[in-house]
């Protein structure tokens, strides 16, 4: 029995020289979430587009650049009238003045104040929409991270599950192969406990496989080289969501998809205001200052504008905008409801889920487990004595070894759906 103890000590050091290099490092999921947070680009993008709203916003009061002109005003073609002329009526002589003037021209439209502001709050308040969708991007990624190293968790576990069954069948294949010589064991049972631990190494080379994926997806997360290994944290943590109270004024309170609908909401609502804004008439001032030709006194002009926007051919688009808007709105809370019904049947069944996963582990923990452990150690107790033969003592191996995998898959499974209890409520 000493030999065995030092047998699976030796394999569980094995596990950990083959699965994590030395020096990898020990991350936490806290750790893990910290760095997703910091350095995911698509997190990072959707940070970049509220500045660049936030950037929009303060400028939707400015004016329209002003207009400057200069050129030639009420002036004839034929230059020689541009001089005073002398003209010959009823005998008499006349002086005529030049024609034509030189003019410079500014003009400034005045936009409605109210427009602006509205125009201004709008811009504003797109920015928080794109910030409640990050919210939404990160708890998707929160919880494809948490998935990922709750299954390397359990990777791990069934690594070490299947490095015990290794040496404890290397034990068996070496104490049987000695027993061949006094007629003590058969060359069949020898074959068969080969195969078994060929079978093992496949096994084993898969959970490896499918953990490096693993590693390579959350460092992928992390926006980091997917070639750097780590520890996970062996403590597998079971929470009782299936006895809390499903409130859907909580589901309101944390759903950052929910708030972003509110959000666009909001956003619709202002744009509507905007929209009726334009029906408001804008101002302008326009100057214009003549220099005349010939003998005449220089002029000006002053002017006063006003746009009319409530003309019927001009009042279409922005009234169609408004009504376009309410439509716009209603659409944004029905999607709202839909996800909050949504939510609340995902979270009854996964609160059902869970309960029955919880039931099923725990017979394995209390019944089949300790029963399965008693059976093998028995058949390797009397094995050891030469009282057992070497198959009766690999089935027992076997179907402990079974047993334990899949109590690890069902252990997964419970694991899994706390991961989407908490996406589903936004607990991350």
Request: net charge positive.
């Amino acid at each position: 029995m000493y030999s065995i103890l030092k047998n699976k000590l030796t394999g569980f050091v094995l596990f950990i020289t083959i699965c994590v290099p030395a020096g990898a490092q020990v991350l936490t999921y806290d750790s893990i979430k910290s760095a997703i947070i910091q350095s995911n680009p698509m997190l990072q993008m959707y940070s970049n587009q509220a500045k660049s709203f936030d950037a929009m916003a303060t400028g939707a009061k400015a004016w329209d650049a002003p207009q400057i002109g200069f050129g030639f005003f009420m002036t004839p073609y034929q230059t020689s009238y541009w001089k005073p002329q002398t003209q010959t009526v009823d005998g008499m002589n006349t002086m005529m003045p030049g024609m034509g003037n030189l003019m410079i021209q500014g003009k400034q439209m005045i936009p409605n104040p109210s427009k602006l502001r509205a125009n201004q709050t709008y811009m504003s308040a797109m920015s928080s929409v794109e910030l409640e969708t990050q919210r939404t991007a990160a708890n998707d990624l929160m919880a494809e991270a948490k998935m990922s190293y709750n299954e390397i968790q359990i990777i791990d576990k069934k690594i070490k599950v299947l490095t015990e069954a290794e040496k404890t069948l290397q034990v068996m294949i070496t104490m049987g192969e000695k027993n061949i010589a006094y007629n003590q064991e058969s060359l069949a049972s020898i074959y068969k406990a080969k195969s078994q631990l060929a079978v093992l190494n496949k096994d084993r080379l898969m959970l490896e496989n499918e953990r490096r994926q693993k590693v390579y997806m959350i460092n992928t997360l992390m926006n980091r080289d997917k070639n750097i290994s780590f520890i996970v944290d062996t403590t597998t943590v079971v929470k009782n969501y299936e006895i809390q109270i499903i409130d859907t004024s909580n589901i309101l309170l944390n759903r950052s998809d929910v708030s972003a609908i509110d959000k666009n909401i909001r956003v619709a609502q202002l744009k509507q205001t905007a929209e009726s804004y334009k029906g408001r008439p804008d101002f302008g001032i326009e100057y214009g200052h003549m220099f005349a030709f010939g003998s005449n006194p220089n002029q000006f002009t002053l002017m006063g504008m006003m746009t009319i926007p409530i003309a019927p051919w001009s009042s279409k688009m922005y009234k169609s905008n408004v009504t376009a808007a309410n439509y716009q709105i209603k659409a944004l809370q029905n999607e709202k409801q839909s996800i909050i019904n949504e939510s609340i049947g995902k979270l009854y069944g996964l609160q059902n889920s869970i309960r029955s996963t919880k039931y099923q582990l725990e017979l394995y923990e209390t019944v089949l487990l300790p029963a399965l452990k008693k059976t093998y150690d028995v058949s390797m107790i009397a094995y050891t004595q030469n009282t057992g033969g070497l198959f009766e003592t690999l089935d027992a191996r076997m179907n402990l070894q079974m047993t334990q995998m899949q109590y690890y898959d069902i252990l997964l499974e419970l694991l899994t759906l706390q991961a989407e209890y908490e996406k589903q409520a936004q607990i991350y």
